[in-house]
């Protein structure tokens, strides 16, 4: 009885949970990233790293929303501020610990992730994407005008910690790893999700809405799932980065602000919407070259190299508007096609040849 | 009852009016007589400046509604030509840098900035015009560019921006600034000859077929690209327009911050009014001009609410009607 059981989760997980197409590329990555620690690195690069864990979860929970249902949001700090704020007033209030705030915040933010979406299942397109930014705006409104309660613009600092016992420069190290475990967690979750069934069924609300409804999908349901899934790993992350060394264990109104919103935004389409696991590279080599290579390497004054970094990500967008890493895996597959083309002779070289010279219509 | 059709909306909105009408009547007979020549002055002023503020946000949603109604471009960085108009306005009027003559300087200022706003078309969005996502990437990166050069040229300060005529006007017992009424007029004014434009001139009947179906405006022999370019001088110079006049009116500093609140103002006004339909902009800037008052003059510490207040309204209207008030409705394929 008990052997079926183990051997029906190790098959399920080996089929559901080991089937990510590199397998052994990311398996390596991710050996790499675990294994950092072991070379000594100074406390900036950890905290570089554990911010971009952060992003990384953060943006792939845009990813599910935007990149696989296609519901554009600007405003996904919402689900980040929103994490923050009620994990810190559950502290701040009411003095519960961390492993307490954490759940009960993440919990709240998923229940009020339906509500939130409903605004936006009657709206589209560009109409959505400028409704969804208002959503945090209103927030930071409330936040600012109930100041008694909130602490207003102030924020709420001295939040505690979450190894507490550890000495100072260890706790970097904890928190890398528990960072690095939780984005290894979700981010496991949202591809699994996105490559389901119900990702099948987001992506066809992606591409088309009204033939995913005339085949008997209830969009509104799928829709509001795509919400909630994504604002639940959005909150985790907003959640777990107000208790961190790395945000000053504070939590402000900037957790809010649209610029949070527009970096998710320059993240993931930096790694190609829609891929998953693009936003979480994009978001590494973002944050390091952002925060060490402009700043150590070249020493470019702080003023500008913010600068510098928007205008390469508008020239990127501008140069392949579908992303990085997407661009990537074209080329990729056009040389295996070369390749397979080489292989099995000349007369399907011809039919490749025309077919690419025929423009036909992409979806 | 949702609205569906022009005619209900129309009873539903004289319907909502005559109810508010009758409890503020019955609310003014309710309050103690000592206090009602205080409740009238808030009164008037909420319907003094409802009115000055509605017609001076028309200015700024104008240009916002007329980019995306011709070109389909959603403009994130319209709230930057609001920022850019107000700082070369305050380098051509300050003795730091070169002082001319106040009225040479704003129309330096408002051609600058549509230069420049063609500049921004030509190189950033035109590539990418067919992409929505794309598109709202780009122009939030070019809105941010400008944001960071501002600082980096200016620094994080305040900048006086200075008015172009002194004293007020006491109209009912409410006192409002020549360089509001100014704008207020000015905005009325521009907002006529925008609207003739459109309608009587070439170059109007050329956006005006554009924005009804782009193809065929194409095969009529409509240089599409050109005609974008210039929508969005035209529109930026609007803003541009609208960021010397209303900070001149209002707050009276510059600061690279300060592309933020007009540019979620005019969302919420365009939202409200229908993306692309210039009747629904001017109606919707006077709702948003009257519920940014009504917050600020009647709820305590209001003016911490005014943004809210002002997008809680868009997200209730969008609601009944997901393409705002005068937006086409929800055809089965878009």
Known sequence: ?363 | MIPRTRKTLALTAIAAIVVIAAVAIWWYNTIPTAERGLTLLKTKSIIIFGIVSGGTFALLALGFTLIYGVAGVVNMAHGSFFMLGAYIFYVFTSPKYLEVNIFLAFFIAIILTGVIGATVYRLTIHPVIEELTSLLVITVGVALVFERLMIIEFGPFHYPIPGFVGGYETILGVKVTYTRLLAFSVSLVLFAALWMFISKSKMGRAMRAAAQDLEAAKLMGVNTGRLFMLTMALSSILAATAGILITASTSGIAMPFMWLRPLVLSFAIVILGGLGSIKGTFIGSFIIGFVDNIVVFLIPEGSYLGGAAAMAIMVAVLLVRPKGLFGKRIELEE
């Open chain 1, 1 to 363: 009885m008990a052997t079926t059981y183990l051997r029906r989760a190790y098959s399920s997980f080996a089929v559901h949970i080991l089937d990510i197409p590199p397998r052994l590329l990311a398996f390596l990555m991710f050996l790499l990233v675990l294994s950092l620690p072991v070379t000594k690195p100074t406390e900036h690069i950890l905290l570089l790293l554990i911010q971009a864990s952060i992003m990384a979860i953060f943006a792939c929970s845009w990813d599910l929303l935007v990149g696989r249902t296609g519901q554009i949001s600007l405003g996904h700090a919402l689900f980040f501020g929103l994490g923050a704020y009620i994990t810190a007033l559950l502290w701040f209030h009411y003095d519960l610990p961390v492993w307490v705030t954490i759940p009960i915040s993440v919990l709240i933010v998923t229940g009020l992730a339906p509500l939130i979406g409903f605004p936006c299942l009657r709206v589209k397109g560009p109409y959505l994407a400028l409704v969804s930014m208002a959503l945090p705006i209103i927030v930071v409104s409330l936040i600012s005008y109930f100041r008694d309660y909130t602490q207003g613009e102030r924020g709420i600092a001295g939040l505690p910690g979450f190894f507490p016992s550890l000495p100072y420069g260890q706790r970097f190290v904890a928190e890398y790893f528990l960072t690095l475990f939780l984005l290894l967690v979700s981010s496991v979750i949202l591809y699994r999700i996105a490559n389901s069934r119900t990702g099948i069924v987001f992506v066809s609300i992606l591409d088309d809405e009204l033939a995913s409804k005339a085949c008997g999908i209830n969009i509104t349901k799928y829709k509001l799932m795509a919400f909630t899934i994504s604002g639940l790993f959005a909150a985790l992350a907003g959640a777990v980065s107000a208790h961190l060394l790395a945000s000053g264990r504070s939590v402000t109104t900037a957790s809010l602000d649209a610029n949070l919103s527009f970096m998710v935004v320059i993240v993931a389409i930096f790694g190609g919407i829609g891929t998953m696991y693009g936003p979480i590279i994009a978001a590494y080599i973002l944050q390091l070259i952002d925060q060490y290579v402009l700043v150590k390497i070249w020493n470019v004054p702080s003023e500008y190299h913010m600068l510098l970094f928007i205008i390469v990500i508008i020239i990127l967008v501008l140069k392949w508007p579908r992303g990085v890493a997407k661009f990537v895996t074209d080329e990729l597959d056009d040389l295996q096609e070369e390749r397979e083309i080489e292989e099995r002779g000349k007369h399907i070289w011809k039919r490749y040849r025309r077919k690419k010279r025929s423009p036909t219509p992409e979806a």
